[in-house]
């Protein structure tokens, strides 16, 4: 079997009230679109069609990156499937959007079959589709339809006596009668590639929108003497459509408190399962615990026993075993060994790498920071582009002076060394082994092994000076 998958993203999406093209809105911190389509290849699809129209040149950027030629795409998601745009300059309707996918969609025999998607769909499950495709395998066209209580705005599944599809009839054509019905279409349909392309071929747009309704297909289908497969399911989440700001926060929250229910599943203690997002991928250990407002972003790999505190912001960081990670606490593209301790109020920037029994206190920004075992900065720093041995201590007010107003210069220190609070580290600059800094030094030249570096003005007292008196 071959199968196709074309997913419908042409659409304007106005109720969006946005710029953005509709399917480029994010659900989980990933454009709904992605969803659709990493669900599509996890089919293990031949060939994913989008048929783009309004915004097309913003999601084709998406997927092609800048290098925005019309070709195949491969990027992670894609799992061995290709990718390709369709374009669909005038958006008659979603037969008509099909039909712009038909010719590059092989129909060569009853084993081509073409699996029709939603962009604006972006809960839909790879379970679900699987099994729409299993129970319609040998019949030319299956549907996916829902029981809801809120049929409103979606075409009624209408069946005869002995309860087989008849046809869809959308809400706008529907009399008041089919309008009670609560069994809707979800618009998901997989069928067989040469019948489509027949069917497609046939349709009309004499209906109350004008439109080349996809939907039209199922009664040629009966009228063909075919029977048409159905699956039913009773999720409304997984097939409901994204129209407004509303709805797409609606499944955005439904997403949050799925994933949520999955760590507390595995034994994380999760503070609040309404107040944790997880906008990416994270791997943990045992022992994870997450207080409340915590968002995790990116790729995220947590050791065992890890501890994170309120208000904290993680975004792709790799956390050793014991890490605590204390409230407010900003992490981005970071390597925390174990044992660390980190924040409160602490910021680890791209290219910091902590190795164990590391501390940061609070109010201390890192970037592109390597720093060795049990090595500290417990207060109030500016640790950048700095090479750090193990057991140093940073005292407070300590700023690696890393650019001189043209370029980024680094800080190498040996292990042992003790910077003295309020000292300025004038890049690039070494401290050897041992060093000792003096408080409120600047330091401009290497300090050799052992060495006490003082590079401040000398006190001075001044005896039986005098106040200014108020003239
Ligand atoms: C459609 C179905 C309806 C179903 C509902 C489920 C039809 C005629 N009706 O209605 O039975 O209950 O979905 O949500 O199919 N699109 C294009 N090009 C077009 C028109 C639409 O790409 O010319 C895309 C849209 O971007 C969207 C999808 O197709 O992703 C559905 O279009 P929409 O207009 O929202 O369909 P509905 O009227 O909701
Ligand atoms: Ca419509």
Known sequence: MRLDVVILAAGKGTRMNSNLPKVMHKIAGKPMIEHVVDCASSLGTEHIHLVVGHGADVIKRHFLGDDSH????????????????????????????????????????????????????PLVSKDTLQ????????????????FTQNPEGLGRIIRDDSHQL??????????????????????????SAIELKDWLSRLSNDNAQGEYYL?????????????????????????????????????????????????????????????????????????????VNVVLEGQIKLGNNVSIGANCLIKDATVGDDVTLLPGTIIDGAVIGNAATIGPYA?????????????????VETKKAVMGNGSKANHLAYIGDAAIGAD?????????CNYDGVN????????????????????????????????????NRAVPCDNLAVGRAKQRNVTGWKRPAKK
């Open 70 to 121: 019309e070709g195949y795409v491969s990027y992670e998601g894609l799992k061995g499937s290709e990718l390709s745009f369709v374009n669909q300059d005038n958006q008659l309707g979603t037969g008509h959007a099909v039909q712009q996918a038909m010719p590059n969609i092989p129909a060569r025999s009853v084993e081509d079959r073409v699996l029709v998607l939603y962009g604006d769909v």
């Open 166 to 191: 008849r046809a869809i009839v959308e809400e706008r054509d529907a009399s008041e009668e089919q309008k009670g019905i609560n069994e809707v279409n979800s618009g998901i349909l997989v069928t």
């Open 392 to 400: 140093v201590n940073i005292g407070a007010g300590t700023i690696f």
């Open 408 to 443: 980024k210069h680094t800080t190498t220190l040996g292990d042992n060394v003790f910077v003295g609070s309020n000292s300025v580290l004038v890049a690039p600059v070494e401290l050897e082994n041992g060093v000792f800094v003096a408080a409120g030094s600047v330091i």
């Open 215 to 291: 939907t039209d297909i199922i009664a040629m289908a009966v009228a063909d003497g075919h029977v048409v497969e159905s699956l039913t399911t009773g999720d409304e989440y997984e097939v409901q459509g994204v129209n407004d700001k509303l709805q797409l926060c609606m499944l955005e929250r439904h997403f949050q408190m799925i994933q949520a229910q999955a760590l507390l599943a595995t034994g994380v203690t999760v503070m609040d399962p309404t107040r944790v997002d997880i906008r990416g991928d994270i791997s943990y250990g045992r022992d994870l615990t997450i207080d």
């Open 131 to 146: 099994e729409l495709i299993d129970t319609s395998a040998t019949a030319p066209l299956g549907v996916l339809t829902l």
């Open 347 to 363: 910021r680890l920037r791209p290219g910091t790498v902590l190795a164990d029994s590391v501390k940061i206190g609070n109010f």
